[in-house]
């Protein structure tokens, strides 16, 4: 589903990530943990073709990522960063991007539910809170019922109950067959739900472990604990 042989980004001569690969499976759950800053959104950016890679390769669904952004109706996108049409309702903006996939407010009603956002409809998106317009994000990358759903930092800013609710959402897409790649620094929720995990420990480097792999390695360790025991390792 995604490739990445040896990709390098610059930005103002100074390389965010280099060298980097990374390989995720059909239906596979993919975490990508690392640090702040340490290049986990540029990477996701490069995937989708927002930005563009220095050298290396991505392959996405079959076909090299080679030039800018285009929608792709088989892939859902939900980036940290994303601005939501600041100055609409929540129920306009979900109008607008189902109006793209030519579907209908009705098409979505268990994910307004899901996500507990029927309440919010008439507000506008810069008056929600910083939790409910993460969950906005995360509804709007699945209108189009996508193969493969890319999600920055899904956790941040939900409440415990709702990341739990995420949790066994996750579960029901993975369930659904969807392939997942997340990256996330809270580990406490994220810790049932890798097939493979990706430790991004420094610019340079990317440490790929299967979940099958870590169990037999670390038994009784909690993600966080692992996390810190290979991070110590490569210092």
Same mark, same amino acid.
């Given at each position: 589903?995604? *490739?990445?042989?040896?990709?390098?980004?610059?930005?103002?001569? *100074?390389?965010?990530?280099?060298?980097?690969? @990374?390989? $995720?499976?059909?239906?596979?759950?993919?975490?990508?943990?690392?640090?702040?800053?340490?290049?986990?959104?540029?990477?996701?950016?490069?995937?989708?073709?927002?930005?563009?890679?220095?050298?290396?390769?991505?392959? $996405?669904?079959?076909?090299?990522?080679?030039?800018?952004?285009?929608?792709? #109706?088989?892939?859902?996108?939900?980036?940290?960063?994303?601005?939501?049409?600041?100055?609409?309702?929540?129920?306009?903006? +979900?109008?607008?991007?189902?109006?793209?996939?030519?579907?209908?407010?009705?098409?979505?009603?268990? +994910?307004?539910?899901?996500?507990?956002?029927?309440?919010?409809?008439?507000?506008?998106?810069?008056?929600?809170?910083?939790?409910?317009?993460?969950?906005?994000? @995360?509804?709007?990358?699945?209108?189009?019922?996508?193969?493969?759903?890319?999600?920055?930092? #899904?956790?941040?800013?939900?409440?415990?109950?709702?990341?739990?609710?995420?949790?066994?959402?996750?579960?029901?897409?993975?369930?659904?067959?969807?392939?997942?790649? @997340?990256?996330?620094?809270?580990?406490?929720?994220?810790?049932?739900?890798?097939?493979? /995990?990706?430790?991004?420990?420094?610019?340079?480097?990317?440490?790929?472990?299967?979940?099958?792999?870590?169990?037999?390695?670390?038994?009784?360790?909690? +993600?966080?604990? /692992?996390?810190? @025991?290979?991070?110590?390792?490569?210092?």
């Amino acid at each position: 589903m995604i *490739k990445i042989e040896k990709a390098s980004k610059m930005i103002d001569d *100074k390389f965010i990530f280099k060298d980097i690969s @990374l390989n $995720v499976k059909k239906q596979e759950t993919y975490l990508l943990v690392g640090p702040n800053g340490i290049g986990k959104t540029s990477l996701l950016k490069s995937i989708i073709g927002l930005y563009s890679i220095y050298s290396g390769s991505i392959t $996405v669904l079959g076909k090299k990522i080679t030039k800018a952004y285009k929608m792709n #109706p088989d892939i859902g996108v939900y980036l940290d960063t994303a601005k939501i049409l600041p100055h609409s309702n929540v129920l306009e903006s +979900l109008s607008f991007f189902v109006s793209l996939y030519e579907k209908s407010i009705d098409d979505i009603h268990d +994910l307004i539910y899901y996500l507990h956002l029927e309440n919010e409809l008439n507000k506008t998106y810069m008056s929600l809170s910083s939790g409910n317009k993460r969950k906005l994000g @995360l509804l709007i990358s699945l209108i189009n019922n996508p193969e493969l759903i890319i999600w920055d930092e #899904p956790f941040a800013t939900l409440d415990p109950e709702m990341c739990s609710e995420l949790v066994d959402f996750i579960f029901t897409l993975k369930r659904k067959g969807k392939t997942i790649l @997340l990256t996330t620094n809270d580990l406490f929720f994220a810790d049932n739900l890798y097939d493979k /995990i990706g430790f991004f420990v420094n610019t340079s480097e990317l440490i790929e472990q299967t979940r099958e792999t870590l169990i037999e390695k670390y038994p009784n360790k909690s +993600l966080t604990d /692992i996390y810190f @025991l290979i991070k110590q390792s490569i210092v």
